[in-house]
């Protein structure tokens, strides 16, 4: 249980002080072992953070997380002792985050050094601690070209990545481990994917247009805005024209080529892009299996707003007690993963990972394969998704699949690595297409 302790009424939600005390539980909560978006859905459903407050403290916290190396190595040059309690931890690595790229966060050193003390003096629990916050802060401008060299000797203090997980990038990919750890430090863009069922790409950048709002089209559906904005300000998205979904995400539901009448399954389907991808493309039967009920609803959600219908059901992929015995045209396999390949988008999962959780979720996903292909018919089709760099989870799990059970492996992108610039800006995927052979 994420542990979450609220301000006094009086604290000011439009102030930086405000903001940065909710940050600064979410991100102890991340040091506990709890997911971020967990934390921020914990901490606005306890607090009464108005929506631009909400906005403020998410943006604080993902700072946080994607310079929580480098600000961990400060801290351990600046502080005596590790800070205690975790709240005062989080609160000053988010308040490094924003001094050490003073520039990218536009507030000034000497306006987060004031507000980081009166969130330390608001916050029930680091009251006691205001003397320690300034210290601490003022004595990072003060000596900063002193300690910055100093923080950036070690691997996490240059790339604000565990060191196991640069050593791994490095082992992988010779060639590109640094883009690679520098793609996953940038700020993702909002891209959309545009409901060919309700507008063309043409039409939905002219709208965009019209709506003072910049952006290119970057894939077959994808369109991507210079400036990212609340969903509820997209025109159309709340009548379904468009989604958000990464353009390496929307690869997957073509990779498919489904036809009207065809009987599929979109297995761990949640949060249900790609359901709602795939059933943009053609009329389908369409299953979606998911093992929580929650995230299910979420896939109800998205699809009432896309005003698409398919069959949601609770289910673990690793049995069969939930399928009817019929089999599947297509299915669509975006099996567990370490994610490693959205950490732009999720920058916890870089200091929530573990070396083990490679070869743990590589087992899970060898029995979801498995059995998966047993509901395929022959000549069908199955598409291996995941969202990993690390060849065990994808290449090798891919090479591995194809031999155990004879199966076609069909033209598929392999593995797309993570870029950011501006011709190319996607997160990294694998994928591996293959067909059983015919009865």
């Known amino acids: 249980m994420i542990q979450i302790s609220l301000l006094p009424p009086g604290a000011k939600a439009d102030s930086l002080a405000y903001q940065l005390a909710y940050a600064a539980q979410a991100v102890a909560a991340v040091r506990a072992g709890h997911a971020l978006p967990q934390a921020l859905a914990q901490i606005f459903s306890r607090s009464d953070a108005p929506a631009p407050a909400r906005g403020a403290i998410q943006d ?30 989080g609160l000053l690595v988010t308040a490094l985050a924003l001094l050490v790229n003073e520039e990218e966060s536009g507030y000034d050193s000497f306006t987060v050094v004031d507000q980081a003390v009166q969130a330390a003096a608001i916050s029930p629990e680091m009251s006691f601690a205001k003397g320690v916050v300034n210290a601490i802060l003022r004595r990072l401008l003060r000596e900063r070209a002193t300690l910055m060299p100093q923080a950036t000797k070690t691997p996490p203090g240059t790339w604000n990545y565990p060191t196991w997980w640069i050593d791994r990038l490095k082992a992988a990919y010779p060639e590109q481990w640094q883009a690679i750890l520098h793609a996953g430090n940038q700020a993702p863009p909002l891209t959309l994917r545009v409901n060919r069922r309700r ?37 159309g998205f709340a009548e379904g024209v468009v989604s958000v979904q990464d ?24 949060p249900g892009g790609k359901t709602g991808h795939l059933l943009e493309l053609a009329d389908l039967d369409l299953q979606a299996l998911d093992h929580d ?90 598409l291996l998704v995941t969202c990993s760099l690390w060849p065990q989870e994808s290449e090798q799990q891919a090479v591995a699949f194809a031999q155990k059970h004879n199966a076609i492996r069909l033209p598929a992108p392999g593995q797309l690595l993570p870029t950011a610039s501006e011709t190319a800006d996607h997160d990294g995927l694998f994928y591996a297409l293959f067909q059983k052979p015919g009865a």
């Open 60 to 89: 604080l916290s993902y700072r946080a997380m994607r310079s929580l190396g480098l600000t961990e190595s400060l801290l351990g040059l600046l502080a005596n002792k590790p800070p205690q309690p975790e709240v005062l931890h």
């Open 199 to 235: 507008a063309t790409v043409a039409q939905y950048l002219d709208t965009l247009q019209q709506a003072g709002m910049a952006a290119r089209q970057v894939g077959p559906a994808a369109v991507r805005l210079h400036r990212p904005v609340p969903v509820q300000q997209l025109p």
């Open 247 to 270: 353009a390496a995400a929307q690869l997957a539901a073509p990779l498919l080529d489904v036809a009207d009448g065809m009987r599929v399954l979109d297995a761990c389907a949640a």
């Open 293 to 382: 009920t929650r995230r299910l609803q979420r896939i109800a959600e998205n699809l009432d707003r896309l005003q698409l219908k398919a069959r949601l059901t609770t289910g673990d992929a690793r049995a069969d007690d939930w399928w009817d015995g019929q089999p599947f045209d297509r299915i669509l396999a975006d099996v567990p993963c370490t994610a490693s390949g959205i950490v732009r988008r999720h920058p916890d999962i870089r200091w929530l990972r573990r070396k083990t959780d490679t070869a743990q979720l590589a087992t899970l996903s060898t029995q979801i394969l498995d059995k998966l292909w047993q509901m395929l018919r022959p000549d069908g089709k199955l």
